[in-house]
T-cell receptor, first 112, second 113 residues
Framework: GDSVTQMEGPVTLSEEAFLTINCTYTATGYPSLFWYVQYPGEGLQLLLKATKADDKGSNKGFEATYRKETTSFHLEKGSVQVSDSAVYFCALSDGYGNKLVFGAGTILRVKS | DGGITQSPKYLFRKEGQNVTLSCEQNLNHDAMYWYRQDPGQGLRLIYYSQIVNDFQKGDIAEGYSVSREKKESFPLTVTSAQKNPTAFYLC????????????FGPGTRLTVT
């Protein structure tokens, strides 16, 4: 079945450092890909999405490019802030459009 | 303000009791979802509903039940048959199919002792 694999955390960075969180997927068909963010004690919020190969999603300085050849959707940010500390989830739609499949999540901690 | 409401935020129950978690949305979304979140395991889909009076089992439906009598409401009952019910439960909705953004509620943390 469809699955998403994320790099294990926690990832600890200093403020203004470059961030990469790796995400790879296995899916039939042509899924849409998503990054969601969860701040402490809250639900998830959509950070960005891409619906087809080579699409780049971007929001709040974060970017991710849908790479079909490597089945990847890595999240990047050029300069992280303390306020970016959260859990980041990579997800894909299941190809039938019925549900999302989530990765295990990656904890990001940014130190000032 | 449009959004999803889950109540209560914290819920405590004794083993062997059924408990119902509330989820209400005023976004006029057709689809609604229930997820369970455990540390280190991401989100797992319990049930989803794409239209009123219809719902489907997700990946971990055993020990849970739902109803969808109204478009804006999708309550989840955690029954005594659920072997390990202590978890963080998240409700979500979307306009239609999952390619659309899912909007999440703040979650309910259920503790069963």
């Amino acid at each position: 079945g469809d699955s998403v694999t994320q790099m294990e955390g926690p990832v600890t960075l200093s403020e203004e450092a470059f961030l990469t969180i790796n995400c790879t997927y296995t899916a039939t068909g042509y899924p849409s890909l998503f990054w969601y963010v969860q701040y402490p004690g809250e639900g998830l919020q959509l950070l960005l999405k891409a619906t087809k190969a080579d699409d780049k999603g971007s929001n709040k300085g974060f970017e991710a490019t849908y790479r079909k050849e490597t089945t990847s959707f890595h999240l990047e940010k050029g300069s992280v802030q303390v306020s970016d500390s959260a859990v980041y989830f990579c997800a894909l739609s299941d190809g039938y459009g019925n549900k999302l499949v989530f990765g295990a999540g990656t904890i990001l901690r940014v130190k000032s | 303000d449009g959004g999803i409401t889950q109540s209560p935020k914290y819920l405590f129950r004794k083993e062997g009791q059924n408990v119902t978690l509330s989820c209400e949305q005023n976004l006029n979304h057709d689809a609604m979802y229930w997820y369970r979140q455990d540390p280190g395991q991401g989100l797992r889909l319990i049930y989803y509903s794409q239209i009123v009076n219809d719902f489907q089992k997700g990946d971990i439906a055993e020990g849970y039940s739902v109803s969808r009598e109204k478009k804006e409401s999708f309550p989840l009952t955690v029954t005594s048959a659920q072997k390990n019910p202590t978890a963080f439960y998240l409700c979500a909705s979307s306009i239609g199919q999952a390619d659309y953004e899912q909007y999440f509620g703040p979650g309910t943390r259920l503790t069963v002792t």
